[in-house]
């Protein structure tokens, strides 16, 4: 007889109860790295995304009028109940986003730290007292009070490839700035999404103050993003994907963390053995998928044949396979990425890029991938792969580096690889991005740092206290002294 495995089933919260959807629809998860379900998550109708929202406004005006202090402690628990919820947080996220288990259990940490910092550094928000007399002698009566206000309720929109991190990295922010909070976890990662909520819940979260909405974005998306009741949209995924929420958002304000080109510029005088070593760790961990990936190399002429020697070398070190086993390499998210990455190489080798190393698939699988003697022609120079491919394009000089590295139409972080510190502080002011690392990987992080992308890879400023800052806004109160 066969067995009928059952699946386990999540619900969604709003105002304080968990609850499943009267649409009766359920969105089954499946591992990308095995034939298993992980769960399935409730497909929302309209009307309970409505609920979410209204009450939401509702909390916000509570929450509102809590100290600071008051809200980080709300903070300081769920970071602690995260970390008692670790185990199955990450292997939730290794089953959910096939991330290796090492990384997920990191991801949860490095999770709880982000929300302990947030708490501390909004406890240190204040505001400034402005004199008008420094504008003209008339006005030295005149005093502003400037202080930060919350903006209402976030609209927090996350991607599936950091299903925890990424969330939080909206939530914790906007909360302790007095926000309230309408999340929507990416479908694929809305079960770790969910399990994070919970953690916040048991921290003894305020009814309604977070909501959690599942569903799809093709379907509940629109009706999200254009609802009256959204004050901000803090929105992290694909680009197109982004455009579209801005424009139909209108005068709504969006903050946007897009997609990603990172270049690694070497320089003929880099240490080459520590530019390899980066290259393959920045571009391949978790197969690429990561936003700040290196996803393209801009390699001097002299040395290229050096460089591309030791990339492959070690490349040997990859680990690559399951996520259980902690590989480095693991399946990619669906078929329909793995099989727009096999589409980009062929695309190269058909217009003459030679495979260094990789072109290997099995099922999801792709094993890393060299491609060397990328030209412009290629659709992989331009593309976002967010699969674990590397194209290397041959440079002849500086100036060219900079020229290629900012035809691409993102711009979120480059890497240069040089000794000379003078010369790479002027490149890096000549590239269209958002962060340059010298001689260092692309990355996001540490988390305090400001974090933001120009071009196509985003709107707006991230990054502990800067998400605060961006989640709330000034106001300013005159006072009118009388003169004596
Ligand atoms: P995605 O397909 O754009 O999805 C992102 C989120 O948007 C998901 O929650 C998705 O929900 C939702 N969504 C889809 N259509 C929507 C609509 N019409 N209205 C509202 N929401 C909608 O991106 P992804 O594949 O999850 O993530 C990969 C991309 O994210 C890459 O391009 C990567 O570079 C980028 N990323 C950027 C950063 C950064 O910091 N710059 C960080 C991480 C990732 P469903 O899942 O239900 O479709």
Redesign the pocket.
Known sequence: MNEVKTIKSYSFLVNGEWKNSSSEKK?EIESPSSEDRVGEVQAMTEHEVNTAVTGAKEAQQHWARKSFDERAQLLYSWAEQLLQMKDELAETIMKEVGKGLASAEKEVVRTADFIKYTAEEGKRLHGELINGGSFNAGSANKFALVNRNPIGVVLA??????PVN?SAAKIAPALIGGNAVVF???????ISGTLMIKALDKAGLPSGLVNLV?????????H??THPLIDLIN????????K??SQ?ASMIPVI?????KDPAIVLNDADLDKAAADIVSGGFSYSG?????IKRILAQDKTADALVAKIAEKMEGLKVGAPEDSADVTPL?NSK?ADYVTGLIEDATEKGATIVKGNKRSGNLIHPTLLDGVTKDMDIAWE?P?GPVIPVIRVKNVDEAIQIANESEYG?QASIFTKNMEQAIQIGNELEVGSVQINGKTE?GPDHFP?L?VKS??VGV?GIRRSIESMTREKVTVLNMTQV
């Open positions: 969105i929109i996350s991607p599936f490839n950091y990424l929507k976890p990416a479908t694929q990662g809305a599942t569903g799809k974005g093709s379907e509940i998306g629109d999200l993003i929105f992290t995924g694909g680009s197109n994907t982004g579209s929420i139909k946007l963390e897009l997609g990603g998928q990561r936003c700040t990936a998210i990425a976002e967010f979120l996001r974090f992308g890879s985003g991230q």
